[in-house]
């Protein structure tokens, strides 16, 4: 039997507690890319497989306990209506779904993929009215519900000249927090073919994270959106106030790391700053004017960028990202001045990275935010001779914890790398000048005991399969075997790990792909190789 809009919405609203008990988190996840009648979209059934086993992951239980591919209406209806009784009386409640969309005179409508002939008139019986989906959100009184639409494709249904392209901008009930792909009346990329969309992969990447509370988790993915699509796609959210922070990926205790906060190194000139008092408004009403400050920040407008996020602290002092972001543009700054005016402008930016600290222990980028700066500021105070301290080792630190709570960040794995780099130049002034540096690779199985993997600190201490490492400086061939020309392949690497420089051979790396990788080979004339297949 074929459910009207009418029947479903009054499915919706009369689903009631006593037809199931919700799970504490549940999820419906949707992703439609074969158009029967249109040209098939190539990612948005990856992009839901992904956000489904992501959560799973973290805890939440799946309508069919699966993402569900390619929906015709019939199958839509139905499993919006598992939903409904799913989220009775949840605490979270989430809906996610990949493919196309399209807004009618202001209202947005999910396309299944069995549309065909459409006429506004009959879009209701056709498609799935997202409003519908809130609606059932809404009277299952679940505590929280997101609503997240990577369904602003190019909309191949354009038939009035009431509709628009991509979404219209939506309303959100109490307790709702609506996430888009990108801004309303815009178009977001569906990604590269066989890979995922800029939204969704950003999306799993953060939703990875542990006690990443939701609004920053919004936040981190829509700046992910925009440096991915060099700032074509710029994400939204609408959303009412909720009571209490948000968090979706929960850790069964509070992180070790976030027990203790070190202040500021003295030799920095701040003192640590207590945070400010608590603000009436939920976090994320300032994630307009923390985009719009990154664009600034893009165009080196420094003082603009910083101006952008004052106001947004005005509007809510509790939200950490725009402290973050405002010390982050004083490091910026800094970067471009001499060394006597740029040892000013990062100290202007501490106060405001530390209250960041305080107000957020599990917000990883103002870690690396802070860990950054004290690097500039140790190269500065280099540069006028002034005394450094111990400065450079709680860079480090601050470096460590961003890795720590954020594995999944290449930024933060990279600025760590270059703080050691720092480090081990300023104790051995013949280390080579020219290094390269090769993030995330991984050791592989090391089935033979005589190719060991050695830190140096402690004496043959072993680097365990799967860590990650970074190689730096040239690898070279071992010669020492008496073997001549057979040992041109048993190649060595100077690595990074855990804070200890030593060997790993070659043929344990890794890169992202599964294949063994050795960059920079002794002579440095050769380039780069890969030692895939040998």
Known sequence: MRW????????????????????????????????????????????????????????????????????????????????????????IALFYFSGHGMQVSGKNYLVPIDLENFSPA??????????????????????????LLDACRTNPFIVHKDQGGGLALMKAPAGTVIGFATQPDNTASQGPVGGLSPYAKALGTYMSVKDLELFTLLNETGLAVMAATDKLQQPWISFSPIFGRIILNRSEAPPALAERIPPTPEVLGRTHPEAPPPSSVTGGASLDLIQRAYTQLDK?????????????????????????????????????????????????????????????????????????TIVAMYKARRALGQPTNDILDRAIDDLKVAVKL?????????????????????????????????????????????????????????????????????????????????????????????????????????????????CVMYPAARGCASTAGR
């Open 4 to 91: 009207t809009a009418v029947s479903l919405a009054t499915a919706l609203v009369c689903a009631t507690v006593n037809q199931a008990v919700a799970q504490k988190n549940v999820a419906l996840v949707i992703g439609n890319d074969e158009y029967a009648h249109q040209t098939p979209l190539q990612n948005p059934g990856r992009d839901a497989q992904l956000i489904g086993a992501t959560l799973q992951k973290i805890g939440f239980k799946l309508v069919e306990n699966r993402a569900l591919i390619n929906l015709d209406k019939v199958e839509t209806d139905k499993m919006v209506r598992a939903f409904a009784i799913m989220a009775q009386d949840a605490e």
């Open 122 to 147: 009959t879009v209701d019986f056709q498609t799935l009215n997202a409003d519908l989906v809130l609606a059932a959100m809404e009277k299952s009184k679940a505590r929280v519900k997101i609503m």
């Open 300 to 372: 080196n407008d420094y003082p603009g960028a910083r101006a952008t996020l004052t106001q947004a602290i005005e509007l809510d002092r509790n939200f950490a990202p725009a402290y973050s972001y405002r010390g982050f543009a004083w490091y910026l700054e800094g970067l471009t001045k001499d060394p006597r005016n740029a040892l000013e402008a990062y100290r202007q930016g501490f106060s405001d990275l530390d209250i960041a600290m305080r107000l957020d222990p599990s917000y990883a980028p103002v870690r690396r935010h802070r860990g950054n």
């Open 406 to 518: 954020d594995p999944t960040s290449k930024t933060n794995a990279n600025a760590l790398g270059e703080a050691y780099l720092v480090k081990w130049n300023q104790r051995d002034a013949q280390v080579h000048i020219q290094v390269q540096v090769i993030e995330d690779l991984q050791l592989r199985e090391q089935p033979d005991p005589r190719a060991r993997n050695i830190l140096g600190a402690p004496p043959n201490d072993k680097m365990p399969k799967g860590s990650q490492v970074a190689v730096i400086d040239f690898c070279r061939p071992w010669m020492g075997s008496g073997r001549g020309a057979q040992d041109a392949d048993n190649i060595w690497c100077p690595v990074l790990y855990e804070g200890h420089r030593g060997w790993a051979n070659a043929y344990y790396l890794a890169d992202d792909h599964g294949e063994r990788v050795a």
